[in-house]
Each structure stands twice: as structure tokens, then as C-alpha cells.
């Protein structure tokens, strides 16, 4: 069977998507998961480590560094 397309916050309980970046109830901010196998993947990834899946999104980089 497949996952649920829903997850519960970790802050507030509430039902949300899996695709949603944030809580619509509190605001959190609500774990990444791969759209392809749904395991946890970690925001600086460019592909998921499970399955392979390329994720959407540039991956995270360190901050610009500004000029003087």
C-alpha cells in the first residue's frame, strides 16, 4: 500500500501534505520527503539516497559571501 498523503506536524499534530514545506496550522517547518519513494531526505541533497529520485529545487549552498 502506498503512504498516506498526509503527515502530522512534529509542533502542532496537525494533518498537512507531504509536499507542503510548512504547516499550514502553525507555520513549522515540516520534513522533505522524496516524491518518488516518500523517505526523508535532507535539503542539500540533488537526488534522493534512497531510489535515486532527482529532487526539485537547487540544493541548498552556503550563503553568499558579500562583496566590500
Do not use: M, N, T, Y
Amino acid at each position: 500500500l502506498r503512504d498516506p498523503l498526509l503527515q502530522p506536524c512534529a509542533a502542532c499534530g496537525a494533518a498537512a501534505r507531504r509536499d507542503f514545506a510548512f504547516c499550514p496550522q502553525c507555520g513549522s517547518p515540516l520534513p522533505r520527503v522524496c516524491p518518488s519513494c516518500r523517505r526523508p531526505v535532507e535539503p542539500i541533497w540533488p537526488h534522493c539516497a534512497h531510489c535515486g529520485q532527482k529532487l526539485l529545487g537547487e540544493p541548498a549552498g552556503p550563503p553568499p559571501v558579500p562583496e566590500s
